[in-house]
């Protein structure tokens, strides 16, 4: 799609002019930045005030000789003044309204200040915890990243990306960025076309139909070939199947380092073949240094493919019309809303890991907080500007909510030295307190890009802290904030509660008190399993099935082994697929989560039990309900979640895979019916074995598992003909 306005410039520019709409440069010193706008550049990485992006933008328009207004990028990634949860916890909320509300809330700020394109949703399917960046993603669910990444999509662009507070989403990184050999960032990935099908690429897919406005190419290889260079998936799959009319804009110098992937001989090698592939915007600067014999290994379809793709951008986003923001309206700090907003959301992200009833708080009279985080403002999380709010402590939280009770704060141990020397005095302190409140976590830095992890636990001493705090007798809990999946068996047997709080933002310390005394209920479910061991990992709920599975953990033992009879028996007890040294499964299930109310929950029905399969291709579906009764004297929201079971396919299907989900609010004693349809895209999958992938939903038995978690959910039965 074009207009008569982008034509006409398209046929006015010069070579040189084309070339600088297709590159975006990091943080420019402010002379500089005006320098390249002079100079044609098309886009720029800007965290500046909105005077500051008017007086760049008036360069452009004024000062270049066709007017052309710039595209203002930043990482706007869970929020820009108020800082929301992370993208992870965000997930957790299994509350998609609420994700596009973050989103909405977030583009309004960064648009006030002259932003037009943010480096967000992050859709990388995560299924290992080392990688560090799970923290910016939904976690290892497929359709939980697609609809969590569609709802921010929207949230970012709204109805109409000339709108006041829209700005351009960019869903990143394509593809399979989340599935690095190793969890080691930026490593190898190689993956048959059956997971790059049904996993990877679906929530692109689904972030494309949502019109988000364009994707980012991920650092990684494909099965060998740099995604920078992946012409096949770039221009095949996002292009060509998929129509994708919008940009593809390269990861920061990823066309650079295609020369250390070893598949380019130089940059102008590198920039050919990047541009050949599909990109339309280098993040760099790497095309700068080519003269235009380098630059002509780019054909002029191509190169005109790519700038009219940045003007159209420009266009919608109404650029040309009003290149200009309203100053006296920038947006520079949080507003009540946008601070209830937050507050909210980090509280509606918690999720309850186990509770025997310490939780939430009774009206405490004397209370110990420790831990590193219980006096600390890192709540942030990994990826927030400069500018963004910064966080208040628990501990003023507590004295602000209780403000009759006696709250005592001492750290014990800090976040990663191995001093353990303070942990006597918090048990000290704990003497005659009615609970005590663990805090502890890993900093913002520990997660996030390049901050991949070998070893999952509590950095430093915190395990001790945990483990000293139970010796001593008084109620207590743990409140946990990192943003990746932990390792928890040191200590998780011996704490009578743990909220999962993750890195919840610019109001993380009022919303994790307010679910502590009980003031909003945490009603979170994990958006990622949490293993056993770093030893377990990568280990997600939708694996398939092996040909042995086992039934029971494994047991260490000397005991040589006979290999030579592998009969029924022995292959029941001894040959399956397990750890000699773990039990089985994770130590918390993806879709587990507590919370204070109680309900009682109906055996799930389908509207029918039967379906005929040209039904379900004509858009067809079935409805399945669950009639859920919240027990309690407290309002509470339940989670309700489908997974379905395919219990026999062409290929070994994912033992189970959640397909929809729902979380409402019951107040006490209200009954309610939870419904959702199930039809051919649920119960579908892309078979890769053909020459063109299909998306095929084949005749059979199908079990839709429907509860409240994962582990708990009840079977219905299904069956297409
Ligand atoms: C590298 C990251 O991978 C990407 O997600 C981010 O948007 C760019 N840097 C720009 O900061």
């Not at 190793?182 to 139909?209: I, K, Q």
């Not at 061991?533 to 099935?545: D, F, L, T």
């Not at 989560?593 to 039967?610: D, H, I, K, L, M």
Request: glycine letters at 10%.
């Amino acid at each position: 799609m074009t207009t008569d306005r982008v034509q006409d410039l398209i046929a006015r520019m010069t070579p040189e002019e084309k070339w600088g709409q297709l590159q975006i440069i990091f943080r420019p010193h402010r002379a500089d930045a005006e320098d390249l706008v002079r100079r044609g550049l098309g886009s720029v990485f800007w965290p500046r005030s909105a005077a500051q992006t008017n007086a760049l933008q008036r360069v452009a328009v004024e000062q270049t000789r066709l007017g052309i207004p710039v595209l203002v990028g930043l990482d706007v990634i869970h929020g820009q003044r108020t800082i929301g949860p992370v993208p992870l916890a965000q997930a957790a909320s299994f509350d998609p309204e609420l994700v596009r509300a973050l989103a909405a809330s977030a583009a309004a700020e960064a648009r006030s200040g002259g932003v037009t394109w943010t480096f967000s949703p992050m859709l990388d399917v995560s299924r290992d915890p080392r990688w560090g960046r799970v923290v910016e993603g939904f976690g290892e669910d497929v359709h939980l990243t697609a609809v969590m990444g569609t709802a921010m999509v929207r949230g970012y662009q709204g109805e109409d990306l000339a709108g006041a507070g829209a700005i351009a989403a960019t869903a990143k990184h394509f593809v399979a960025y989340g599935q690095p050999e190793g969890g080691r960032d930026y490593n190898t990935v190689d993956l048959s076309p059956h997971r790059l099908r049904n996993v990877h690429l679906e929530p692109f897919w689904a972030a494309v139909a949502a019109g988000a406005a364009s994707i980012m190419a991920a650092f990684n290889t494909v099965s060998g070939v740099p995604m920078h260079a992946h012409r096949g998936l770039l221009t095949g799959v996002l292009k060509e199947e998929w129509d994708f009319d919008g940009i593809v804009v390269g990861d920061a110098d990823g066309v650079r380092n295609l020369l250390p992937h070893g598949v380019a001989e130089d940059l102008a090698d590198a920039v050919g073949l990047a541009f050949g592939a599909g990109l339309d915007v280098e993040m760099g600067g790497a095309p700068w240094d080519l003269d235009d014999a380098a630059r002509a290994r780019v054909d002029t379809a191509r190169l005109d493919d790519a700038v009219t793709r940045v003007l159209m951008l420009k266009e919608r986003l109404g650029l040309f019309d009003r290149p200009y923001v309203d100053e006296a309206a920038e947006i520079t700090a949080p507003t009540p809303a946008s601070r209830a907003l937050a507050r909210r959301a980090a509280a509606r992200s918690a999720v309850l890991l186990k509770n025997d009833g310490t939780l939430p708080l009774h009206a405490p009279r004397r209370v110990l907080l420790t831990g590193p985080f219980a006096d600390s403002t890192d709540h942030l999380g990994a990826w927030t500007q400069s500018f963004g709010a910064a966080a208040g402590t628990i501990a003023d939280a507590m004295r602000d909510r209780l403000p009759h009770a006696d709250v005592r704060v001492m750290s014990g141990v800090d976040v990663l030295d191995d001093d353990a020397e303070g942990i006597p005095a918090v048990l000290a302190a704990a003497r005659g307190c009615d609970v005590v409140v663990v805090c502890v976590g890993e900093p913002s830095s520990l997660s996030g890009e390049a901050a991949s992890r070998s070893d999952l636990r509590l950095p430093g001493r915190q395990a001790d802290l945990i483990r000293a705090v139970a010796g001593c007798g008084i109620p207590f809990v743990v409140v946990l904030e990192n943003g990746r999946p932990l390792v928890v068996a040191d200590w998780i047997d011996d704490a009578p509660a743990v909220l999962e709080a993750w890195h919840g933002g610019t109001e993380a310390a009022r919303a994790i008190v307010d679910v502590l005394v009980g003031d909003a209920e945490p009603a979170g479910r994990l958006p990622m399993s949490f293993p056993r061991s770093a030893g377990q990992v990568p280990i997600h709920y939708a694996h398939e099935n092996t040909g042995r599975p086992a039934t029971t953990g494994g047991t260490l033992t000397t005991d040589v082994v006979d290999i030579g009879v592998q009969g029924p028996a022995n292959v029941a007890e001894k040959f399956t697929s397990k750890y000699l040294d773990l039990e089985l499964g994770p130590q918390f299930a993806f879709g587990h989560g507590g919370g204070y109310a109680t309900f009682a929950r109906s055996a799930p029905a389908v509207s029918e039990g039967c379906v005929r399969l040209e039904e379900l291709e004509a858009g067809r579906s079935v409805t399945v309900t669950i009639d859920v009764t919240n027990t309690s004297e407290r309002s509470g929201d339940d989670v309700i979640q489908v997974y379905v079971e395919d219990v026999v396919a062409s290929i070994a299907p994912p033992v189970r895979r959640l397909v929809a989900f729902d979380r409402r609010t019951l107040a006490p004693g209200e009954t309610t019916t939870f419904g959702m349809d199930i039809g051919f895209e649920q119960l579908g999958f892309w078979r890769t074995d053909a020459a063109a992938a299909a998306f095929v939903v084949e005749p059979g038995l199908f079990r839709l598992h429907v509860g409240s978690t994962l582990t708990t959910a009840v079977p219905v039965e299904l069956r297409v003909e």
